[in-house]
């Protein structure tokens, strides 16, 4: 038995392997993502055109459930909780494949 789905964003296929059920999910576009955060940081003027905020990071939705299973905090229902978790994430080096910046300040106390 085997079957796939493809929702535009996720691909996920199931079959049996002997007498096991087996779940494979992947992201088709993930590699190009990140190719695009990676472009961003070597133009940085890309992003000198927004008047409010700017973008950040860039995550491909699977990477994203995979961070939120490692950190809980990342999903939090308290949004302080949920920010200072986001914060030390953006400021570690697991957040630089998804960073559209090149650098970033580090604040004082992080």
């Not at 695009?36 to 940085?44: F, G, I, K, L």
């Not at 491909?60 to 299973?69: F, G, I, K, S, T």
């Amino acid at each position: 038995m085997k079957s796939s789905h493809f929702d535009g964003v996720i691909h996920q296929e199931i079959y049996t392997d002997g007498d096991r059920l087996v779940s494979k999910v992947s992201q088709p576009n993930r590699k190009a993502i990140l190719e695009h955060n990676a472009q961003v940081r070597r133009n940085p003027e890309v992003l000198k055109n927004s008047s409010f905020g700017g973008l950040e990071l860039s995550i491909p939705e699977l990477d994203y459930h995979r961070l939120v299973a490692a950190n809980p905090d990342l999903a939090s229902p308290d949004s302080a909780t949920r920010t200072r978790a986001w914060r030390a994430f953006f400021y570690s080096d697991a957040a630089l494949p998804y960073r559209v910046r090149d650098r970033v300040r580090k604040p004082r106390g992080l």
